[in-house]
C-alpha cells in the first residue's frame, strides 16, 4: 500500500495542464464569445489523430527511414520502427513532436473555421450545441470505422513523448509535465492579453448581442470563425499531449464525457475568467486523481466499489449544485480591462 | 359602484419606470377608453393588471379584492379577460380548439353551448372552425382573440388596440361588437390610441400622458373640448399646439 | 444635397406589408423627424435602411452610392449609425466599453496583434480621450467604470447617443431616442442632438413620439401611416395637414 | 438483395421506430411545454428498462402489469428531477445552456447510480424474461410474441397520447402552453399543473418505451444514452415542436438506421459500424437546411386542403 508520491505528483501536473490548455480553450470560446462548444471533444480528438498520423509517416522520414503503413499485418512493425527512433534518436522525436504541435493547431483550426460555419445558420443557439455535440460523435464513429487514420476501432499505440530516449522514466515524464505547463503559461498569457484588449471587448459585445453589434460595424462572422479558430488549435494541441502522455490514440477516448469534464472546469472556475478556468481544470484534475487512487487502494483492501461510477456521480453533483449556488463559478468574471480604463482612472484622480 | 380601482400605481419594466403615481376607477358597466399617445402607458397599464409588468407600488383592486401579487395564471378566476395587442390566439392550433380551451372550465353541454354561442356572437368562427388559426387574416385574428376573452365569462374585458393594423371597416365593425358586449352586461377598458373613434363608441375616458393622468371625462365632453385634444397629442405650450388650435 | 435616399423601398413579413412604396430624401446637416401611430413601420424602416432586414424591393442612396446590398457593418462603416428603440446597450459591459466599441479601425480588434499592447496602446488612449470628453459633455463622465445596467433609464439613453457618436458618423437614425425618460432630461437629449448638428455637422433622422420636443427641433418631417409616407413638411405644414391629424385622433 | 434481409430490416425498423417514437414524443412534449432540451431523458429510457428487467427476474410475467410498473416509476422519477433539479434552476432565469449543462448532469447522475446498482447485482446485458413464442413463420419471415407486444403497444401509446393532447383539456392547455406562453397565463392555465403533466407523460412514455426496448434487445445502463441521439433526431426532424412530426420523424430515422443501412451494406459494401452516425446526419443536415423539420411539408398539405374547402 505504497503510493510513489513524486510520479503521482508529476502526472498530477500533467494532467492538470492538459486540462487546463481544454479548459482555457472552452473559456475562450464560451466564457468570453458565448460560443456553446459542446464539441470540444471533436477538437481535442483532431491533435490525437493529428499525432497518430505524424507519428506514423513524418517521424520515420525525419529519421531518414521508410513510413510502414500502421495497421493489420504490418502493425508490430510499425508499432516497432516508431518505437525504436524515439528510442534511439530523441533529437528527431523532439522534431517530430514539435511538429505534431504545430501541425495539430493548423489542422485544429482549420477544423475549428469549417465547424464555425454552422453557426451562421442556426438561429436558435441551442441548436448550434446540438450539431457541434452531435458532430464530435460523428467523426468520432467515422474515424472508429475508417483503417488509415488510428487502424479503426484497435488504435494506435506507441506514441510515446519524445523524454523517454532519456532512459529515465521518473526524469522524462517530469520534462515531458514542464514542457506542458509552460505551454499552459504560454496559453495563459496570451488568452489573458486578447480578453483586456479591444478584441476582447468585441467579444464580449459578441456574446451579449450579435444584432447591435452588428450594426455598430462589426463584423460577426468573422469574428465567430476567428475565436473558433483559436479556440480549436488550442484544443488541438491539447490532443496532441493527451494522446503522447497516454501513449495511445483510440477513438473511444473523445466522447461526450470528455467534453463535459471540460464544461464541468469552466462552470466550476467561473465561466469567464482564465484563472477559474486553470482552478476548475485543477480542481477536477485532483478530484480525478484522488478518485483513481482511492480506487485502486480500495481494491487492494478488497472494497471492490466502482470508483469510475463514483466519479461520474460526484461530477454530475458537483455540476448540479454549482449551477445551483454559484452559477458564477468560484471566481466570477472582472470586467475587461486596458489602456483606455487606466487612463479614465487617473483622469479621474486629478 | 367600482368595480376596479386602482389607486397611486407605480409601475415599469425592470429599471424603467413608465406608469407615475396613477389612480383611476372603473364602474360596473361602464365602457371607458383609455387614450393617450403612444409611450404614455397605455398598454403598461393593462398589462399590469394582469401581472406583466414589475409594479413598484400602488394597488388593483377589483371588487375590494387585492390583484396585485397574484400571479397572471389566476387572475381570469376573479372575473378579468385581457385581449393583448399582438400574439393574442394561439396560432399553432385550430380555431375550435381554441375555443375549447377557453371554455375548458365547463362541462360538456355547457361548453358546446357557449361555442354556438360564440360561433353566434362571431360567424366567421363558424366558418372557420378547423382551420389553424395563425392561418386567418388580422380582422378574423382580433374576433378570435376577442372571443377567447368572452368565452371566459368575464365581468370586466380589458382590450390593448383592438383596431390596431385593421382595415377602417373592420375598425368599425370590431367596436360595434364591443358596444353589443357592453349592452349586454360586460364592463369594458379599451386602451386606444385612434382616439376618435373609440370616443364615438365609448361612455367614458381617462387620457395618459407620460405614464401620469391627464384628462378624465365623458367622451362628448372630451371630444368638446380643445384642450383635451391638445393634452391627447402630448403638446404642451410649444408652437406646434397653438398651430394645431387654429 | 441630399445625403440619403430612398427610393420605392419595400418590405415584407409575410402577408404583412411592413415598409410599402416609401421614398423620401434627407438632406446633409438636417434633423428630419419621423412620425406616425404604432406599428407604421418607422422601425422596420430603419431596419431596412440598416439592413437588419434588407429590402424586399427599391433603392437606397447614401452620398449617392447605392448601399442596398451592402451588410450592416459595411453600412455603419460608410458613417451610418442607428440607434434602437429599446435600450440597447451591452448591459455587462461598462460604460467606456460600451463607448468604445464601435471606434472604427481598432488595431487592437484583429486577434493577431490584440496580444500585443504596443500596437494598439496610442490608437486605444486617444478613443479613450474622445470617449471621456463625449461622456462628460453627456453628463456621464463619472459613472465611466460601471456596468451599463447599474444606469438609470435616462443615462442609458444618453450613453447610447454617446456611443452612435464614437463611430464617427456622418448620419444618425435615431429611434426614439427619449423613450421612458423624464421630460426635463428629454429636452437635454434633443439639446445635445442639436449641438453636435451645430457643431459636428451631423445629419440625423429621428423617429419619436414625443412631438412637443421633436417639432421644435427638427427642419421637416415625414408621416409614415400603414407603411406608407402620408405625407412630409416643416412642422407648420404638418400640423396643419389635417390628414395627419385624421392618423393621429382618429377622423 | 435477398428478401430475408429486405423485411428483417424492415420489421426491425417498424419496431425501432415505434420505440423511438415513444421516446422522442416525451422529449417533444419537455422541449415544446417546458422549452427544455432534457439529456436526461436517456436515463428515463434506461430506468424504465432496468425496472422491467428486475421485475421479470423477480417473477413478474405480466407484460402489461409491467409496463404499468415501469411508468408509474419513470413517471415519478420525471417529476422528482424536475421538482428537485429543473425548478429551482429556473427561478433564476438562467441561459439554455445552463439548463442543458443540467440535464447532463442530471443524466450523469442517474446513468452511473445505475451503473452502481447493476454491477453490484449483476444486470449487465441482460434481457427481460419473457417466454419467446413464435407466433408466424413463413419462408421469409419470423414475428415473435415480442414483435407483437412492440409495436402495437407502442402504436397504441401514441395514439392514446395524439388523442389526449387533441381532444382533451389537459392537451389543449399544454398545446397552448407550447404555442403562446403569455396568453396561456392570461387565459388562466395553470403553468406549474400542466408541467407536472407533461413531465409525468414524458417519464412514463420513456419508462414504457426502455422496457419494450428491453425485451427484444438486451440492456445496459447505456442503452438509452446510446438511444438518446437518434429520438433527438427524430425530434429534430419534427421541427422541435411538432407532435405528429415527431412520430413521423421517429419512423424515418427507423429506416434511416435499419432499412437503408442494409441498403448501404448491401449494394455500397458501408460497414455496420458506420449506423450510429445516421441518426447524427440527420440531425446537423436538418438543422442546417430545414430547421422547421418536416412540419412545414404537413402545414401546406393542410392549408392546401383547407382552401379547398373554403374556397371551392
Known amino acids: 500500500m505504497t503510493i510513489d508520491f513524486l510520479s503521482t505528483g508529476i502526472a498530477l501536473l500533467t494532467f492538470f495542464g492538459i486540462s487546463a490548455l481544454m479548459a482555457l480553450s472552452l473559456n475562450l470560446e464560451y466564457g468570453v464569445a458565448g460560443i456553446p462548444n459542446f464539441g470540444k471533444a471533436l477538437f481535442v480528438s483532431v491533435g490525437a489523430y493529428t499525432a497518430a498520423l505524424t507519428y506514423t509517416y513524418l517521424l520515420p522520414l525525419l529519421a531518414g527511414k521508410t513510413p510502414i503503413y500502421p495497421c493489420g499485418a504490418n502493425l508490430t512493425d510499425a508499432l516497432q520502427l516508431r518505437t525504436g527512433i524515439i528510442r534511439e534518436a530523441m533529437g528527431i522525436g523532439l522534431l517530430n513532436f514539435l511538429l505534431t504541435l504545430v501541425i495539430a493547431a493548423v489542422i485544429g483550426g482549420l477544423i475549428g473555421y469549417l465547424a464555425s460555419y454552422p453557426a451562421l445558420r442556426l438561429k436558435e443557439e441551442w441548436y448550434l450545441a446540438l450539431v457541434l455535440l452531435v458532430g464530435s460523435e460523428i467523426v468520432r464513429i467515422l474515424v472508429r470505422g475508417y483503417e488509415p487514420i488510428i487502424c479503426a476501432h484497435n488504435g494506435i499505440s506507441g506514441l510515446s513523448q519524445p523524454f523517454v530516449a532519456l532512459g529515465n522514466p521518473k526524469l522524462a515524464s517530469f520534462l515531458f509535465a514542464l514542457v506542458i505547463l509552460a505551454l499552459v503559461a504560454l496559453v495563459f498569457i496570451f488568452s489573458e492579453r486578447l480578453i483586456h484588449s479591444p478584441y476582447g471587448r468585441l467579444l464580449k459585445a459578441m456574446r451579449e448581442n450579435e444584432r447591435v453589434a452588428q450594426s455598430l460595424g462589426k463584423r460577426i462572422t468573422r469574428t465567430r470563425a476567428q475565436i473558433m479558430v483559436i479556440g480549436s488549435a488550442i484544443a488541438a494541441v491539447s490532443g496532441v499531449l493527451f494522446v503522447v502522455n497516454l501513449g495511445f490514440a483510440s477513438a473511444n477516448d473523445y466522447v461526450v464525457a470528455l467534453t463535459l469534464d471540460v464544461w464541468v472546469m469552466v462552470v466550476i472556475g467561473g465561466i469567464g475568467n482564465n484563472r477559474g478556468a486553470l482552478l476548475g481544470a485543477f480542481i477536477i484534475t485532483v478530484l480525478d486523481r484522488v478518485t483513481a487512487i482511492a480506487a485502486i487502494q480500495l481494491d487492494q483492501i478488497g472494497f471492490q466499489l466502482e470508483f469510475t461510477y463514483i466519479r461520474f456521480i460526484l461530477f454530475g453533483l458537483i455540476i448540479l449544485l454549482m449551477l445551483r449556488y454559484r452559477p458564477q463559478g468560484l471566481l466570477p468574471e472582472k470586467p475587461l480591462t486596458t489602456e483606455a480604463h487606466s487612463l479614465l482612472k487617473t483622469q479621474a484622480q486629478k | 359602484m367600482n368595480l376596479l380601482t386602482i389607486d397611486k400605481l407605480t409601475a415599469g419594466y425592470g429599471k424603467l419606470t413608465i406608469l407615475h403615481d396613477l389612480s383611476l376607477k372603473v364602474e360596473k358597466g361602464q365602457y371607458l377608453g383609455i387614450l393617450g399617445p403612444n409611450g404614455s402607458g397605455k398598454s403598461t397599464l393593462v398589462k399590469s393588471i394582469f401581472g406583466l409588468t414589475d409594479i413598484f407600488s400602488g394597488s388593483i383592486k377589483i371588487s375590494g379584492q387585492e390583484l396585485v401579487g397574484v400571479a397572471t395564471e389566476n387572475i381570469c378566476k376573479r372575473g378579468l379577460a385581457y385581449v393583448p395587442q399582438r400574439q393574442n390566439i394561439f396560432a399553432t392550433m385550430t380555431v375550435r380548439d381554441n375555443l375549447l380551451l377557453a371554455v375548458r372550465h365547463l362541462r360538456r353541454p355547457k361548453a358546446h353551448r357557449a361555442l354556438q354561442d360564440a360561433y353566434a356572437l362571431f360567424p366567421i368562427l363558424a366558418e372557420r372552425q378547423q382551420q389553424s388559426a395563425g392561418l386567418m387574416s388580422g380582422g378574423e385574428r382580433q374576433m378570435l382573440a376577442i372571443a377567447l376573452a368572452w368565452l371566459g365569462k368575464p365581468q370586466i374585458m380589458l382590450l390593448d388596440e383592438p383596431s390596431a393594423g385593421l382595415s377602417p371597416l373592420f375598425v368599425i365593425e370590431i367596436f360595434k361588437l364591443l358596444r353589443r358586449l357592453c349592452e349586454s352586461g360586460i364592463t369594458l377598458v379599451v386602451v386606444e390610441q385612434n382616439a376618435r373613434s373609440l370616443l364615438r363608441w365609448c361612455d367614458y375616458a381617462y387620457v395618459l400622458r407620460e405614464g401620469k393622468l391627464a384628462f378624465e371625462g365623458s367622451s362628448s365632453q372630451i371630444l368638446a373640448d380643445e384642450e383635451t385634444v391638445k393634452s391627447y397629442l402630448g403638446v404642451g405650450g410649444t408652437a406646434f399646439s397653438q398651430r394645431i388650435a387654429e | 444635397m441630399s445625403l440619403l435616399t430612398l427610393e420605392h423601398v419595400t418590405k415584407s413579413f409575410g402577408n404583412l406589408r411592413a415598409v410599402h412604396d416609401v421614398s423620401l430624401e434627407i438632406p446633409k446637416g438636417k434633423i428630419i423627424g419621423l412620425i406616425g401611430p404604432n406599428g407604421s413601420g418607422k422601425s422596420t424602416l430603419l431596419n431596412v435602411i440598416s439592413a437588419l432586414n434588407p429590402a424586399d424591393s427599391g433603392r437606397i442612396l447614401f452620398e449617392g452610392e447605392e448601399i442596398s446590398k451592402r451588410s450592416t457593418d459595411e453600412i455603419f462603416g460608410l458613417g451610418l449609425v442607428r440607434s434602437f428603440q429599446d435600450p440597447s446597450l451591452f448591459f455587462k459591459m461598462t460604460v467606456l466599453d460600451n463607448s468604445l466599441l464601435p471606434v472604427k479601425q481598432q488595431q487592437g480588434e484583429k486577434p493577431w496583434r490584440a496580444p500585443f499592447h504596443h500596437l494598439w496602446r496610442k490608437q486605444e488612449a486617444a478613443a479613450a480621450l474622445e470617449s471621456s470628453r463625449l461622456l462628460e459633455q453627456l453628463l456621464i463622465r463619472k459613472h465611466y467604470d460601471a456596468l451599463a445596467s447599474d444606469l438609470s433609464g435616462g443615462q442609458m439613453k444618453l450613453l447610447e447617443l454617446g456611443r452612435s457618436l464614437m463611430g464617427n458618423p456622418k448620419l444618425l437614425l435615431l429611434d426614439e431616442p427619449t423613450a421612458g425618460v423624464a421630460p426635463k432630461l428629454a429636452y437635454t437629449i434633443f439639446e445635445n442632438i442639436a449641438q453636435m448638428r451645430e457643431n459636428l455637422g451631423l445629419t440625423f433622422l429621428i423617429v419619436e413620439h414625443r412631438l412637443e420636443i421633436l417639432f421644435d427641433f427638427v427642419d421637416s418631417l415625414y408621416v409614415m401611416h400603414m407603411g406608407q409616407v402620408l405625407t412630409e413638411g416643416s412642422p407648420a405644414e404638418i400640423s396643419a395637414n389635417s390628414a395627419v391629424r385624421e392618423i393621429y385622433f382618429g377622423e | ?312
Open chain 4, 1 to 312: 438483395m435477398p428478401t430475408v434481409l429486405l423485411i428483417d430490416s424492415l420489421v426491425r425498423s417498424l419496431q425501432v421506430g415505434s420505440l423511438y417514437a415513444l421516446m422522442a414524443l416525451g422529449l417533444t412534449l419537455t422541449l415544446a411545454v417546458v422549452k427544455l432540451p432534457n439529456f436526461a431523458h436517456a436515463e428515463l429510457i434506461t430506468l424504465g428498462a432496468y425496472v422491467a428487467l428486475v421485475a421479470s427476474f423477480w417473477g413478474l410475467n405480466n407484460l402489461l402489469a409491467m409496463l404499468v410498473l415501469c411508468f408509474i416509476v419513470t413517471a415519478a422519477v420525471a417529476v422528482l428531477s424536475y421538482k428537485a433539479v429543473y425548478k429551482p434552476l429556473e427561478r433564476r432565469k438562467p441561459s439554455i445552456y445552463t439548463m442543458i449543462l443540467a440535464s447532463f448532469a442530471l443524466g450523469l447522475i442517474l446513468r452511473y447510480v445505475l451503473f452502481l446498482l447493476v454491477d453490484r447485482f449483476d444486470f449487465f446485458d441482460k434481457r427481460i424474461k419473457i417466454p419467446l413464442e413464435i407466433w408466424y413463420q413463413s419462408k421469409t419471415m419470423i414475428l415473435t410474441n415480442i414483435f407483437f407486444w412492440v409495436v402495437p403497444t407502442s402504436l397504441i401509446l401514441i395514439i392514446l397520447l395524439s388523442l389526449l393532447l387533441n381532444y382533451t383539456n389537459l392537451g389543449r392547455e399544454m398545446r397552448a402552453l407550447a404555442d403562446n406562453r403569455a396568453l396561456a397565463r392570461v387565459q388562466g392555465v395553470q403553468v406549474e399543473r400542466v408541467y407536472y403533466f407533461t413531465w409525468i407523460l414524458a417519464g412514463g412514455l420513456a419508462g414504457v418505451a426502455g422496457a419494450l426496448w428491453g425485451i427484444y434487445t438486451s440492456i445496459n445502463p447505456l442503452t438509452g444514452w446510446l438511444a438518446i441521439l437518434s429520438v433527438f433526431a427524430a425530434t429534430v426532424l419534427g421541427g422541435m415542436t411538432s407532435f405528429v412530426g415527431t412520430i413521423l420523424g421517429a419512423y424515418v430515422v427507423g429506416l434511416s438506421e435499419n432499412f437503408v443501412m442494409q441498403l448501404l451494406n448491401h449494394y455500397l459494401g458501408l460497414d455496420f459500424s458506420f449506423k450510429p452516425a445516421i441518426p447524427f446526419i440527420i440531425i446537423i443536415l436538418v438543422l442546417l437546411f430545414r430547421p422547421q423539420g418536416l412540419t412545414g411539408f404537413m402545414d401546406g398539405f393542410r392549408t392546401r386542403a383547407i382552401r379547398r374547402q373554403t374556397n371551392p
